[in-house]
Each structure stands twice: as C-alpha cells, then as structure tokens.
C-alpha cells in the first residue's frame, strides 16, 4: 500500500484525487492546497479544458489537509507526493520531496527549462526516489495502440505523421497562470508538449526541425512544426489556443507504406487505413474504454509497491520533451 499526499487541487488535482480513489493499493492520506475552502471540500469551480463537467462538493473524511507543502512533506507516513501546481513551481516541490524521503508523480511539463530538469534528475538520482512526469499520451489507449502497430512492422515503414492539438485558451487557473505567458510558456509548453512527447517517442530526436507560430501579448499561443529526420518520415505538429475560446481536439493520422492510422478526438474517430489489389481493406479500430489518467497512475504506483522502476514516462523521455518543446519555442520567438 502507497500512501499519497496531493498538492494542488484545480483541475488535474480534482482528476488525479479520483484516480486515487479507484486504486485499491494507494491511500490517499493527504491533500495540500493554500485555498482553505478546497480543504473544506468545496470544489466548485474547478474544471480541465477536456470540456467535462464543474466539481461540487467533495468528500475529505479521513483524509489529512494541509495548507502548507513543508507541512506535508514532513509527514513521515507519506510515501509518495503527487504535484499538481503551476509549472514554475514543478522543480522546487519535487526536489523538496525527493530529499524528503518521498517519491514523486509530477505533472507535465517536468519544469520550466532545461536546467530545473536537471535538477530534478540530479536529485532524484542521489536520493534514489522514483521520479515520473504526467505524460499521458504514453497511456492513452489509441496512442498505445497507434506506437504497437507503429513498432510492430506489419504495415511499414512511417512515410509521414501528423498531429493536431487545440483548445481555448484556458482561463481561471489559479493568479490566471495558464494565460500568462513567463508562468506557463503558453499553449507551446502547456499543451503542444504532448505531441512533442509522443513525437519523440514514436519517431526519436529529430535531426532538423523549422517551427514557426504565434506570440501574442506575451502568450506563446501556436506552434506549426516540421520535424525532418534522415532516414525517417515527415513529422508535423500544430499546436494553439484561441484566445476567443472553442473545444478541445487532439488528433494524429500516421502514414505508413502498407497503411494508415487516424484518429480524432472531435469525431470520435479511430481507423486503420489501408486500400489493396482487393480492395479497401479500412476497419475501425477498438482501443479500450480505459482513462490514461488512470493508466499512468496506476501504472507508478504498481512500480512502486513492487520495487520496479518506471520504464515507460523517465525523467530523461521527460527532460527531452522540454528541451525539445524550448527549442521550438525559441524559433518562434526569432520570428516574431
């Protein structure tokens, strides 16, 4: 049994408290947050972009509420610290956790630069505490799928793949952090992250890329990115908010010699593609009614009761995706 202390209560905190709550083999013995109505169960208010529904009251009996981080990280029966704060505070928290005995479940983007990453490393290699980022793609059933068939070989080689990911702009995060470009690195490092990090782990480190985008009143709010690699396909990646609002979407097509792969989140669509000397051979694909928040929850917290180490979302898969990510941002910044 893995004992968890949250921090942070907006919208990923509210659905990663559920997470731990359908997971028999973590407790989640306390939560953390400087809002004292969240500590009074009142999340009303607190929503994801992913257009689901607003939090209500919220049930805390027998969970311990803190309203400062040193005071729950100095809670020895804590074995485990999951963080969901502002980007700019990743770093600092998970450091202080790690040399305070705790293993660490962070969510995305590992920190603000390439240096806080190292950091991070640095420490949790001299503690030996257990480091994972929030990568989600990595658990989501139609990527999981998608990387199987991609790696399996059957279909070919990947000629090219593409990636869509939109939304509004995010507003009422916690001081409007989200919408303030030095706090969150905008729509590029908040959200386009997710297709850098499935990117790389699909294809690997690009060997040229030409990115250009959008910088607007200091809020990073598109990415367009063309990824090239040698021997390799075509990797592009669209990535923005509207600061005028819309739904959220997250889509791929992946082309290979044999086949392709779609998927939309907007349509609900999830098909492999593939026409041959018989005919069109397209069928829709199944991937499981499963939630990647979950997934990866579980998955950490399965590694940890079993002495394993986090193999598929490591601090290294996790410091590229930044650098990568800042490395696209600083062409965009060139550009404007």
Not at 278 to 302: C, H, M, T, W
């Amino acid at each position: 049994m893995i004992n968890v202390g949250l921090i942070g209560i907006g919208g990923m905190g509210r659905m990663h408290f559920g997470c731990y709550q359908n997971n028999p083999d973590a407790r989640l013995m306390a939560i953390c947050d400087g809002d004292p109505a969240k500590l009074r169960g009142d999340w009303s208010g607190i929503s994801l972009n992913l257009d689901d529904t607003k939090s209500e009251l919220v049930d805390l009996s027998g969970i311990e509420t803190y309203s400062k981080v040193e005071d729950i990280l100095a809670n020895p029966e804590i074995d485990m610290i999951d963080i969901c704060l502002p980007t700019p505070l990743h770093a600092q928290i998970a450091i202080a956790a790690m040399r305070a005995g705790k293993h660490v479940f962070c969510e995305k983007p590992m920190a603000m630069n390439d240096e806080e990453c190292a950091q991070m490393e640095e420490v949790q290699r001299e503690t030996g505490k257990q480091l994972m980022i929030g990568h989600c793609l990595r658990y989501w059933p139609e990527y999981v799928i998608t990387d199987q068939l991609i790696k399996g070989g059957e279909y070919g080689k990947v000629i090219s793949a593409s990636f869509h990911r939109s939304s509004g702009t995010p507003l009422g995060s916690f001081n409007n952090w989200l919408a303030t470009g030095a706090q969150s690195g905008g729509a590029v490092l908040d959200m386009h992250i997710h297709d850098v990090d499935t990117a790389l782990w699909w294809f690997g480190t690009p060997d040229s890329m030409e990115v250009d985008g959008v910088i607007w009143r200091d809020l990073p709010l598109s990415s367009e990115a063309s990824w090239r690699y040698k021997d390799g396909p075509l990797v592009t990646l669209h990535g923005s908010w509207d600061p005028h609002g819309g739904p959220f979407r997250m889509a791929f097509r992946v082309v290979m010699e044999e086949a392709s792969v779609i998927y939309d989140s907007a349509t609900n669509v999830f098909q492999l593609l593939q026409v041959t000397r018989e005919g069109d051979q397209s069928r829709d694909l199944k991937a499981p009614e499963e939630l990647a928040y979950q997934n990866e929850i579980d998955d950490f917290v399965a590694c940890l009761n079993e002495g394993r180490v986090i193999e598929r979302v490591t601090p290294a898969t996790s410091r590229l995706s930044v650098v990568v990510t800042r490395q696209e941002m600083e062409l965009i910044a060139g550009k404007q």
